[in-house]
């Protein structure tokens, strides 16, 4: 296993297109969370899943933006009529539930947007 | 609601010297905290962990961070930099008592070391 992939790794659009990113997790890793970074912030949650259940959705998910983990393994985001405040590193990450205290996140290395 | 700070934008030390990056929390309950590492155009890396037990956690790289729960602080430290030690660091935290809840990440750190 070589650890979370994301795909692309940059994604250049212009306002008004839309976008899909794609993140495998770790095969055994039943939980898989997406967030948001932004220059000089932290990651930012954005929704998370448990298997292909979407179990919480932060604030920060309007409803230009969706996500899907259709069973239980890898997870797309879209997002439709990108406008330049979406451009921003969106990282995956996944944990084992069980696990998760103790191992924490792992996370893959980013799709980078960038909206012109 | 849990929050980090980290009040520190940028900390700058010289190669050797030991160094501090500050962290504080707030939670509801007792906190799962935990220090990640970001170099450049890469995800996070972790770092090192508090669950429960010693105070003071070890991790990778010759890192360590010690958990002060009267100061609700979670700060790293290394004996001694690297230049390679240069890189944004993230502190982290969950509140045991909230579940599932996602971790919430400070603003980060750039630690920049000189030679």
């Known amino acids: 296993d070589t650890g979370v992939s994301q795909d692309p790794r940059h994604k250049i659009t212009k306002r008004g297109q839309n976008v899909t990113f794609r993140c495998d997790p770790i095969s055994e890793h039943n939980r898989l969370y997406w967030y948001r970074q932004t220059l000089g912030q932290g990651p930012e949650f954005l929704t998370y899943?448990?298997?292909?259940?979407?179990?919480?959705k932060s604030r920060l998910l309007s409803d230009r933006f969706s996500a899907e983990r259709p069973k239980g393994s890898f997870s797309t985001l879209e997002i439709q009529r990108t406008e330049q405040g979406d451009s921003a590193m969106y990282l995956c990450a996944s944990s084992q539930g069980t696990g998760e205290a103790h191992y924490g996140y792992t996370f893959g290395s980013g799709t980078r947007l960038t909206v012109v | 609601a849990q929050s980090v700070a980290q009040p520190e934008d940028q900390v700058n030390v010289a190669e050797g010297n030991p160094l501090t990056v500050k962290c504080t929390y707030s939670v509801s309950g007792n906190p799962y905290l935990f220090w990640y590492v970001q170099y450049p155009n890469r995800g996070l890396q972790f770092l090192l962990k508090?669950?429960?037990?010693?105070?003071l956690v070890k991790g990778s790289y010759g890192f360590e961070a010690e958990f002060n729960k009267s100061q609700t602080s979670f700060h790293l430290k290394k004996p001694s930099a690297l230049v390679s030690d240069s890189a944004l660091y993230f502190c982290a935290v969950r509140d045991i008592l909230s579940g599932n809840t996602p971790l919430v990440f400070g603003k980060g750190t750039r630690l920049s070391v000189i030679a």
């Open positions: 899943f448990q298997n292909e259940a979407q179990l919480e």
């Open positions: 508090y669950i429960t037990g010693d105070n």
